[in-house]
């Protein structure tokens, strides 16, 4: 691995524990205002101290994140679809290379739709991305995003996670499963986790500690921070987990101080 690309690596999984808290706050791109990031500035500002990156569209990236902020960017580059029209998988590659070159992010973002109609079209998008990131140093998170009608196992995510390293992505989003580690065994490159739709804060925790238990190098999450009563103390708490290994039950004690403390002010 080239110089560029080690150091714009290094920059998501940190070094000193191997682990990232990836703020995940790219929702907008299809599904538009939604809740929590209806006015994205003020939540990824509250948040940002705790993130280790940013995952975004350029478009909040602009408007909402200062440039002088000392924070990495994963680009969402894939889209060109939208929650009300007819197929979520038919994305395309929506940032030019050289425009994220300008934006200094350090890595690209696209989905993947493996077993829908355009799980070809979406597959030769991440192929083309690596080869574009590849040119500059720029590596590649592909996001195994999943049909409604797809089973979330083992098996189907594995074989998601495996064709987007075969296709030289260098980190893999996926969600958590049962038999997790199997996925993260048979895929050659570092996976992170989404968390999925809001869920309890405590069941949340839990799903990010089994997920690094599991193997996971840590999280992409999103609505179970912005869309918590408390989105600080969650981001704080997940990051505890991916970090310093603690358990659900401890970092539950640290969003629940957070919220105690955010109802006092
Ligand atoms: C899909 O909409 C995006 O890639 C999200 O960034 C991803 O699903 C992670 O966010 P969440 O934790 O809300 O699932």
Request: hydrophobic share 45%; net charge neutral.
């Given at each position: 691995?080239?110089?560029?690309?080690?150091?714009?690596?290094?920059?998501i999984?940190?070094?000193?524990?191997?682990?990232?808290?990836?703020?995940?706050?790219?929702?907008?791109?299809?599904?538009g205002?939604?809740?929590?990031?209806?006015?994205?500035?003020?939540?990824?500002?509250?948040?940002i101290?705790?993130?280790?990156?940013?995952?975004l569209?350029?478009?909040?990236?602009?408007?909402?994140?200062?440039?002088?902020?000392?924070?990495?960017?994963?680009?969402?580059?894939?889209?060109?679809?939208?929650?009300?029209?007819?197929?979520?998988?038919?994305?395309?590659?929506?940032?030019?290379?050289?425009?994220?070159?300008?934006?200094?992010?350090?890595?690209?973002?696209?989905?993947?739709?493996?077993?829908?109609?355009?799980?070809?079209?979406?597959?030769?998008?991440?192929?083309?991305?690596?080869?574009?990131?590849?040119?500059f140093?720029?590596?590649?998170?592909?996001?195994?995003?999943?049909?409604?009608?797809?089973?979330?196992?083992?098996?189907?995510?594995?074989?998601?996670?495996?064709?987007?390293?075969?296709?030289?992505?260098?980190?893999?989003?996926?969600?958590?499963?049962?038999?997790?580690?199997?996925?993260?065994?048979?895929?050659?490159?570092?996976?992170?986790?989404?968390?999925?739709?809001?869920?309890?804060?405590?069941?949340?925790?839990?799903?990010?500690?089994?997920?690094?238990?599991?193997?996971?190098?840590?999280?992409?999450?999103?609505?179970?921070?912005?869309?918590?009563?408390?989105?600080?103390?969650?981001?704080?708490?997940?990051k505890q987990?991916?970090?310093?290994?603690?358990?659900?039950?401890?970092?539950?004690?640290?969003?629940?101080?957070?919220?105690?403390?955010?109802?006092?002010?």
């Amino acid at each position: 691995m080239d110089w560029g690309m080690k150091n714009r690596l290094s920059r998501i999984i940190k070094p000193d524990t191997g682990k990232t808290v990836m703020l995940a706050v790219d929702h907008g791109y299809f599904l538009g205002p939604t809740s929590g990031l209806e006015e994205p500035t003020g939540i990824i500002s509250e948040l940002i101290p705790w993130a280790d990156s940013l995952m975004l569209t350029r478009g909040v990236l602009r408007a909402s994140v200062k440039a002088e902020q000392d924070i990495p960017i994963v680009l969402r580059v894939s889209g060109g679809t939208s929650i009300v029209g007819n197929s979520l998988a038919n994305e395309g590659i929506t940032v030019a290379i050289d425009d994220a070159l300008r934006l200094n992010v350090s890595a690209l973002a696209l989905s993947i739709f493996v077993g829908s109609e355009h799980e070809k079209e979406t597959l030769l998008n991440l192929s083309k991305l690596v080869d574009e990131g590849q040119k500059f140093g720029i590596p590649v998170l592909a996001v195994t995003a999943v049909g409604r009608e797809m089973a979330r196992d083992a098996r189907y995510l594995g074989l998601c996670c495996r064709i987007a390293a075969e296709l030289g992505a260098h980190l893999v989003k996926t969600y958590y499963c049962d038999n997790f580690e199997e996925v993260v065994k048979a895929c050659p490159v570092p996976v992170v986790i989404a968390g999925g739709k809001k869920i309890e804060e405590k069941a949340a925790l839990e799903l990010a500690y089994n997920a690094v238990r599991d193997g996971a190098v840590g999280v992409d999450m999103g609505r179970n921070i912005f869309q918590s009563d408390c989105p600080v103390g969650m981001i704080k708490a997940v990051k505890q987990i991916v970090h310093q290994g603690l358990s659900a039950k401890e970092a539950l004690a640290i969003y629940n101080d957070v919220k105690k403390d955010k109802l006092k002010s």
